[in-house]
């Protein structure tokens, strides 16, 4: 364990400015009688200001009632400046570090400003308001100091925890899987990637929505016992029900047509296996470079941005290997640590096309502070689509700017590789040799004298098969070598 002093660097920097306790740690905080309501604090005339100024700019947070269904749709939360808060659990403070670096990341690939990033160590984050509750007026004091609008929180909160917070620190407080469901929002280009975001936002906002309700069951309690009193008949009851009315309507369109979107894509990729064009997906961690390295292979032209999650939508190229074989490369959506679920569910059939390739080419980004990291959280979620058995090139990119130690040890951790730079080229030719070595060889051998007027035959066999031996004859074109079922079949007929 590194020494404490270093552990709470930053814990001290805010001790400095507004006084919190680095060595406290809170883990005897009583939450007993919960917290929300009971806050001892006077409400000064700063906050009362704060909290107007508050609502004014409260547009459309992931929090706000639904007043129309549309607001959901691609909404954007509009995160301004921002204030970054991790709870840091176990692991190293790199770790810590790295994982607060990423979120910073994913906040300005979201638009936002970053003004400040703290974390705190705990063994467990508060369940009442994520980090210690003695620690949220410092935390107060930093938003206010800063001029933050929002604080993201590093993780996935409860509704109650997000409530808590919002409550004592007076700005919006949204975590990293509201963040990330909006970045995909921004991002979302095709009819398909809208829907499979709205899906996923609004499978996240219905969770919200159900922590709402028990507050307002309560309520229920008070009227259905007679007590139809002026704070217990508010609008909200009806108002809950109705929304998640609408909201599991739009649910259940959403799935209809996104089912639709999928059958097409099912008989494309039903298309491909019936010609037994082998398929070769790209994946990896975002911004790893998966884009670029496809446009190196095939020069595609797709978008490539420094940003996180460029790439919602699957392009797919076909593409000739250099013994004439065809085969098709797909870019595909940028994983990450801890992705929400809602989207990988809703990313299901985006997904199921690396779930269905003949081979993975999983790109890393040889010059990020954690690799290593990052190839486990792309496995991860390859295992949970069902993509853990599928044979995987790892390809070290950026080799341009990663430092060689690095490569090397990624190198000796993971033997099947191959190391490249997207930026300069170096490495593609061998980057390419190796996914053509990959490639499903096909299974049947012949040996065939293909008349010249079968030159369609002669091609196929070029594109689908592999040819070990051709000779041209007074009689036609004598070929031998390894061929598809179906290929294989129509050249029974000139079998020698
Ligand atoms: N130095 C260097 N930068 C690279 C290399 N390959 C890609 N990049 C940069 O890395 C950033 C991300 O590249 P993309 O190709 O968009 O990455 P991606 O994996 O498709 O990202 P998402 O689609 O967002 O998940 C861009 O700024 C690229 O210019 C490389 O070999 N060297
Ligand atoms: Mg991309």
């Given at each position: 364990m590194t020494n404490h002093a270093e552990e709470f660097s930053l814990d001290a920097e805010l001790e400095k400015t507004v006084?919190?306790?680095?060595?406290?740690?809170?883990?005897?905080?009583?939450?007993e009688s919960g917290y929300a309501g009971d806050d001892p604090e006077e409400v000064t005339a700063g906050d009362m200001d704060l909290a107007a100024r508050h609502e004014l700019r409260r547009?459309?947070?992931?929090?706000?009632?639904?007043?129309?269904?549309?607001?959901?749709?691609?909404?954007?939360?509009?995160?301004e400046r921002v204030v970054l808060v991790g709870v840091w659990t176990d692991g190293t403070i790199e770790d810590a570090e790295n994982s607060m670096a990423e979120l910073a990341l994913l906040a300005e690939t979201a638009g936002s400003e970053v003004l400040d990033a703290i974390y705190q160590r705990r063994q467990?984050?508060?369940?009442?308001?994520?980090?210690g509750r003695g620690k949220v007026d410092g935390l107060r004091e930093i938003v206010q100091a800063t001029g933050a609008d929002t604080v993201i929180c590093d993780g996935e909160l409860a509704p109650s925890q997000l409530r808590n917070l919002e409550d004592r620190l007076k700005v919006k407080v949204v975590d990293r899987t509201a963040l990330i469901l909006d970045i995909f929002a921004q991002h979302a280009k095709s009819k398909e990637g809208k829907a499979q975001v709205e899906l996923a936002q609004l499978n996240y906002m219905k969770q919200r929505l159900r922590g709402w309700g028990g507050n307002l069951s309560r309520q229920v309690g008070g009227r259905v016992a007679g007590g139809a009193g002026i704070g217990g008949r508010g609008p909200g009851e009806t108002k809950i029900e109705t929304d998640r009315r609408r909201i599991n309507d739009k649910i259940a369109k959403l799935r209809r047509d996104l089912k639709a979107m999928a059958g097409t894509r099912t008989t494309m990729r039903q298309e491909r296996r019936r010609n037994a064009v082998p398929s070769v997906a790209i994946a990896?961690?975002?911004?790893?470079g998966k884009s670029s390295l496809l446009n190196r292979l095939t020069g595609a032209g797709i978008l490539v941005d420094?940003?996180?999650?460029?790439?919602?939508d699957p392009t797919t190229r076909r593409t000739t290997a250099s013994d004439g074989r065809v085969y098709t490369l797909s870019d595909t959506v940028g994983f990450v640590r801890q992705l929400p679920h809602q989207l990988v569910e809703a990313f299901r059939s985006t997904l199921e096309e690396v779930a269905d390739s003949d081979l993975i080419v999983h790109v890393v980004d040889?010059?990020?502070?954690d690799p290593e990291g990052q190839i486990g959280a792309v496995r991860e979620v390859l295992a949970e689509i069902g993509a853990a058995k599928i044979p995987e090139l790892i390809v070290i990119n950026k080799a341009d700017v990663a430092d060689p130690l690095v490569i090397a040890r990624l190198r000796q951790r993971e033997p099947h590789s191959v190391v490249v730079s997207a930026r300069t080229g170096e490495g593609i030719t061998e980057a390419l040799a190796a996914i053509e070595d990959d490639l499903p060889r096909p299974q049947v051998e012949f040996d065939a004298l293909v008349p010249y007027a079968r030159g369609d035959l002669v091609d196929q066999i070029h594109r689908l098969g592999e040819i070990t031996s051709l000779e041209h004859t007074a009689d036609g074109t004598r070929i031998a070598g390894r061929a598809t079922e179906a290929l294989a079949g129509e050249l029974a007929t000139y079998a020698v």
């Open positions: 006084g919190w306790d680095a060595d406290e740690f809170d883990e005897t905080d009583d939450f547009v459309a947070g992931l929090r706000t009632e639904l007043e129309d269904i549309t607001e959901v749709e691609y909404r954007q939360l509009r995160l467990n984050p508060d369940p009442a308001t994520y980090v990896g961690y975002t911004n790893a420094d940003s996180l999650f460029a790439t919602l040889g010059s990020h502070a």
